[in-house]
């Protein structure tokens, strides 16, 4: 199979490995709907490549991304309609990680915010680098939890912390999420070449089928779940985007973005 036609990400098959970097650089990587639609797009493309065992996701550059592209409402004629779209998009999205057979690795090469947080709680397994840190500042934005935070999150580092994160807007450290069991190794930049490749590239190349059945045991624990915070988040996130709150957030951020260029 060959992956062509990305545009917002870098998408490369490397022998059983398929990895797919966030690539928007002079946006700190941030994720647009288009972004969103490429991600399950190929999360559900390698479902049917028998020549691919794991995919990687990462970012171009020193950040993994730094979240949802906070511009991209502004360009829209019909709010309403932007938000709803936007929403089943981000839903199907969260939905493409649910369902995918492959193993799916985060190396989290720097920052990730939002969006690029919650999504590790979505993979398999997670790494990241000294300089990483997670942040989901939700409630600023006059927003609650998603990509299934809502329940992944505790589960992993225990409702205090999640609340923490996702309530109270603290930012999680590389040591701390490795503390936490957020993530299972923490690398250094000069590892990359030397020792982070490699080390996939020999767990791609693991019995296919082994991998498959075994994830599929390990999610069977929580899938249910995990499908009813996804869908009762992307509810709970339609009515936020028509909150006062949510609003003085964007106009907030506006301001400042204005500020920073004068």
């Not at 490549?49 to 730094?66: E, K, L, P, S």
Request: proline share 3%; charged share 20%.
């Amino acid at each position: 199979m060959t992956y062509q036609g990305y545009k917002e990400l870098l998408v490369e098959q490397q022998g059983k490995l398929l990895v797919a970097k966030f690539n928007n650089p002079k946006k700190k990587n941030c994720i647009n709907m288009f972004t969103y639609q490429e991600m399950t797009r190929v999360l559900t493309e390698v479902n049917d490549d028998d020549g691919v065992t794991m995919v990687v996701f990462t970012g171009v550059g020193d950040i993994f991304t730094a979240g949802n592209d906070l511009s991209q409402s502004s360009k829209s004629d019909d709010i309403d309609a932007f938000f709803k779209q936007s929403n089943a998009t981000f839903k199907a999205m969260v939905l493409s990680f649910v369902n995918c057979r492959k193993i799916v690795l985060s190396l989290v090469n720097g920052p990730a915010i939002g969006i690029g947080a919650t999504i590790v709680g979505l993979c398999d397994v997670a790494w990241c680098s000294e300089t990483t840190y997670f942040y989901t500042p939700f409630t600023k934005l006059g927003l609650v939890p998603e990509g299934g935070s809502s329940y992944m999150l505790p589960l992993i580092l225990g409702r205090s912390k999640a609340s923490e994160i996702l309530l109270l807007n603290e930012p999680l450290s590389a040591q701390e999420a490795y503390q936490f069991n957020f993530v299972s190794r923490i690398f250094k930049a000069s590892e990359l070449e030397s020792v982070i490749w490699p080390k996939l590239r020999q767990y791609s190349e693991l019995p296919a089928n082994s991998l498959l059945q075994g994830k599929r045991l390990i999610k069977e624990g929580f899938l249910e779940n995990l499908i009813k915070a996804n869908e009762a988040e992307c509810k709970q996130l339609l009515q936020q985007f028509q909150h006062p709150e949510f609003f003085q957030a964007i106009m907030d951020f506006a301001s400042r973005k204005n500020k920073a260029k004068l």
